[in-house]
């Protein structure tokens, strides 16, 4: 009997080992069992997978417990963020034009507004027109409007993946309280953004600039002017 403890004590260290033999034993060391000590390893491994199968369900459970609790105070936050737009906490964001190269594929940018809380990643649809045949289709982006409020970028990787580099920054010049243009391009080995037109504004702000509204800002982005 203290044999097999011994035996079980060592090789509950080498269970991680890779082995076709229970706890990490090689085969001379499995060969010198009897028939006893074997089926009592062997008992010995499935209560010790048991327990390690337990741990990770609840270490699982309480990590998607705490997820969910994120998400819940992420969308309160954006939800107060978005009833109350002041102080460039959310801004609008204008595609207006650009083309989007895909190997030897052009495809034109249609116009389309956004809107992002500050803080925030938010998937996007890009409507797109294929310069030749004519016909839309849309692609998967994603804009970010970092926490300190100093920058917005489009990304057309999830940015939330490490090795993702690849962006248009737009950052704070001082004027997005009325508005500003943008036009950016974005390279890569097959695809790449060539002369995308972005109009940045604050949105619930009041412009005191007299002049003009700016030609790229839409009907509803010149209203905010008024108010």
Not at 53 to 79: F, N, S, Y
Not at 91 to 100: A, H
């Amino acid at each position: 009997m203290k044999k097999l403890l011994l035996i079980a004590s060592i090789f509950l260290l080498l269970s991680a080992c890779a082995s076709p033999y229970p706890l990490g034993m090689d085969e001379k060391q499995w060969n010198s069992l009897t028939a006893g000590e074997r089926k009592a390893l062997l008992l010995k491994q499935q209560q010790q997978r048991a327990a390690q199968r337990l741990v990770q369900i609840k270490a699982d459970a309480r990590a998607r417990e705490l997820r969910i609790k994120q998400e819940m105070l992420e969308t309160k936050r954006l939800e107060k963020l978005y009833a109350n737009p002041r102080d460039g906490n959310v801004l609008i964001v204008n595609l207006l034009g650009g083309e989007l190269h895909q190997g030897k594929r052009q495809k034109r940018i249609l116009e389309a507004s956004y809107q992002i809380a500050l803080g925030e990643t938010k998937k996007i649809k890009i409507s797109l027109e294929d310069k030749k045949k004519h016909y839309t289709t849309s692609e998967t982006a994603y804009l970010t409007y970092d926490q300190n409020g100093n920058g917005v970028y489009l990304y057309l990787d999830n940015p939330n993946y490490s090795h993702n580099r690849r962006r248009v920054a737009l950052l704070r010049d001082g004027h997005w309280r009325c508005g500003s243009n943008y036009t950016k391009s974005l390279h890569g080995s097959y695809e790449k953004l060539v002369g995308v037109q972005v109009f940045v504004k604050e949105k619930g702000e009041r412009c005191h600039s007299r002049h003009a509204p700016n030609r790229y800002e839409s009907r509803d982005d010149q209203n905010y002017r008024r108010y």
